[in-house]
């Protein structure tokens, strides 16, 4: 077992008769995965109907035993799939409607021309190569096909084929006839493509004097470009842009706002029903705290938008970090549609080496109450239409995957693909329910629960799935502990943003993209001051969360070195110092993976021995990694303290100059 079926992975099924009247691309590839996987009863009659219901949203569908119903092609595909988990994992099938909770639900890849893939842990782009780019081998085809399939299968319905660091060629003719195929072949599964621009390919491309958004020629080179793509591609999506950041050329450029910059494109898509997907991922050095720039920049142009603009939004104000309070802007935008970003691929998360299962992060950020519209309006409510009228909501997942066999580099890298597209149709979704489907799926061996003892399943339930379901529900807390406990954030090593590297400060360097700009740890204490005393970000929050978030007292302690800067001998609820309790988390964080390994090993009997090895070895590497960020960052911490690490903890095992010297050795290759 490679890994590369997914979460599909193909078992025996019974003969199936199919009632369905009309016939699309989508109701085929429909029909074709009913007879593929069906495990109801032998010979049972499955009606698909295309109906007019207004219970349904978009691709919703209801689901019975025998019938799936649809307003869309698309849903009843949706539908299919539902009934066949359901069958698969042997969840009850009962009558009900089920509606996806974004009307987009979307992918997007960093993946350059050239194939590379900026924080891309599995192998080189699935879309793009170097040699022989614009050769479509039959070999690429089968792979964009799984791949459409499996995203599908969860509900995703549009991917962004590019980086958002946005090369300007991928709008030259040579790459979008190889975007035309690649739509070709994810249609029938209801995918429609993307793609990310460069907001200066106006002057880099068309040769023009200047990109600035309100200049006619300008205006008249966009227009003519999303004429042509959609000429080549009749459904495609719309646009991704990252304008104005990290030094990507945007709207500011020529004294324009991001209204402005993203106003001009939507306009250009609006009659193709084409949508702009604008970020907000926006910071400049000169601001006193990162982490209020997006929401200063952004609020001020609220309601200022097209209603086919979008404000892509990552979950917190930072960056992707493994904890970071949910972003202000979620709910504070009320005249403007607004879609979260998460990142799928693991770029603070230990890349493709840590097992640390995703949801619960996702889970917590959409169940974030805001306050914006009173008690219980969480992120989710805010973004998914509940709460403000908006004319598109959508979600974003920066992907994980790469050529690897097993998509993603680590086999349980893959439940987070699948955790993602599950939050998207469903952002209500518990991590728990989300864990074990995914386990049921992708490990459950059929034969042995066919050929083997008849209360195999029974031991299965309980040697393999719980404790390994309990492991990926306790991972993603395993890695804050032994990463950034505490609310640090951001004290990783160089731009490779693995391991630890708390001291990492090269010279003439962005203040914002070195480590002790984030902890600002001192003789006096650690931690950053955002309270109403510090860079007051408290203040974008709503109450009563500003209030809270300001008192060291109220301040959730997840959160407490996010919001305040204190004594390395503050008391913390357990009655520890700072400082101890600091320690005590670290050392939980490598305990926890310590007991990843035992869970794993003991669950043997139960995985093939590909994947078993190769997540053997995975944990072997993030429990020597676990140990260097708990023996760096106590150690580099330590200087400033000047406190022992409780004696009743493990003693460190690397020395901290050594961790340095290497570290910089490896980041400077
Ligand atoms: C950061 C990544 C960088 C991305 C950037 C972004 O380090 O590679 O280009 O986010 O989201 O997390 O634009």
């Known amino acids: 077992q490679d890994g590369h079926e997914l979460w599909l992975r193909s078992s025996k099924s019974q003969p199936v008769n199919i009632v369905c009247s009309k016939k699309t691309p989508t109701l085929s590839v429909a029909m074709d995965e009913l007879r593929r996987g069906w495990q109801g009863k032998s010979g049972a009659t499955i009606t698909l109907t295309i109906t007019k219901e207004k219970a349904l949203k978009y691709d919703g569908f209801k689901l019975s035993e025998n019938a799936v119903q649809a307003n869309n092609d698309k849903g009843i595909l949706y539908g299919v799939y539902e009934l066949l988990r359901r069958q698969q994992t042997g969840e009850n099938i009962t009558s009900e409607v089920n509606n996806p909770s974004y009307e987009t639900r979307i992918l997007n890849h960093w993946d350059n021309p050239d194939g590379s893939v900026e924080r891309g842990y599995a192998g080189h782009s699935i879309f793009w190569r170097k040699d022989e780019a614009f050769t479509v081998t039959s070999q690429d085809k089968k792979l964009w096909q799984e791949y459409a399939r499996a995203n599908a299968s969860v509900g995703i319905n549009g991917t962004v084929l590019n980086n958002v660091n946005a090369a300007p060629q991928i709008l030259n003719a040579d790459y979008l006839n190889r975007v035309k195929v690649i739509a070709e072949i994810l249609r029938p599964y209801g995918m429609k493509v993307y793609l990310s621009v460069k907001f200066s390919s106006p002057a880099l491309l068309g040769k023009l004097k200047t990109s600035d958004p309100l200049d006619p020629e300008v205006i008249a080179w966009w227009k003519a470009k999303i004429k042509e793509i959609y000429s080549i591609v009749p459904d495609f999506g719309g646009l991704l842009v990252k304008a104005s950041s990290e030094g990507q050329p945007g709207p500011q450029d020529f004294g324009r706002t991001h209204a402005d910059g993203a106003n001009m494109?939507?306009?250009?898509?609006?009659?193709?029903?084409?949508?702009?997907?604008?970020?907000?991922?926006?910071?400049?050095?000169?601001?006193?705290?990162?982490?209020?720039?997006?929401?200063?920049?952004?609020?001020p142009l609220d309601g200022q938008f097209r209603d086919n603009v979008i404000i892509q939004v990552k979950n917190g104000p930072i960056d992707f970090q493994p904890r970071e309070p949910f972003s202000p802007l979620f709910g504070a935008m009320k005249n403007t549609s607004v879609m979260p970003e998460f990142q799928i691929t693991q770029e603070y998360l230990g890349h493709a080496t840590h097992l640390v299962f995703l949801a619960p992060m996702w889970e917590e950020c959409l169940q974030s109450d805001t306050y914006q519209k009173g008690e219980g309006s969480t992120v989710a409510r805010c973004t998914d239409g509940s709460i403000y009228q908006q004319n598109h909501t959508a979600i974003a997942g920066v992907a994980n995957i790469g050529l690897d066999a097993n998509w993603c580099g680590h086999h349980f890298a893959q439940a987070n693909w699948y955790a993602f597209g599950r939050l998207a149709w469903n952002v209500n979704l518990k991590s728990e329910q989300i864990a074990e489907e995914w386990l049921r799926l992708t490990f459950y061996n059929d034969s042995s629960a066919r050929t083997g003892s008849s209360d195999y399943n029974a031991s299965w339930t309980n040697d393999f799935l719980k404790p390994v379901k309990q492991m990926m529900l306790d991972s993603r807390e395993a890695a804050v502990n032994y990463m950034t406990p505490l609310g640090l954030h951001h004290i990783m090593s160089a731009n490779e943003h693995y391991g630890p590297g708390p001291w990492w400060a090269p010279k003439g360097m962005r203040a914002d993209w070195t480590p002790p700009y984030y902890h600002q740890a001192s003789v006096i204490g650690i931690g950053f001051d955002r309270t109403t005393k510090g860079s007051d970000a408290v203040e974008q929050y709503h109450q009563p969360l500003a209030s809270q978030f300001n008192d060291p007292a109220t301040c959730p302690e997840k959160f407490l070195l996010w919001f305040h800067h204190l004594p390395w001998n503050y008391t913390m609820k357990s009655g520890r110092t700072l400082w101890d309790e600091l320690c005590y988390d670290y050392d939980k964080g490598v305990q926890q993976v310590r007991s990843f390994q035992k869970t794993w090993d003991k669950v043997q009997p139960y995985v093939d021995s590909t994947r078993f090895t190769a997540v053997q070895r995975s944990l072997r590497s993030q429990c020597q990694n676990a140990i260097l960020w708990k023996d760096a960052c106590l150690l580099y911490f330590q200087q400033f303290s000047r406190m022992p690490i409780p004696y009743a903890l493990e003693r460190p095992v690397n020395n901290l100059d050594e961790i340095i010297k290497n570290d910089s050795r490896r980041t400077a290759e």
């Open 265 to 299: 494109l939507a306009d250009a898509l609006k009659p193709y029903g084409g949508i702009v997907m604008w970020r907000a991922f926006v910071y400049s050095p000169n601001d006193k705290d990162r982490a209020k720039q997006a929401y200063n920049e952004f609020m």
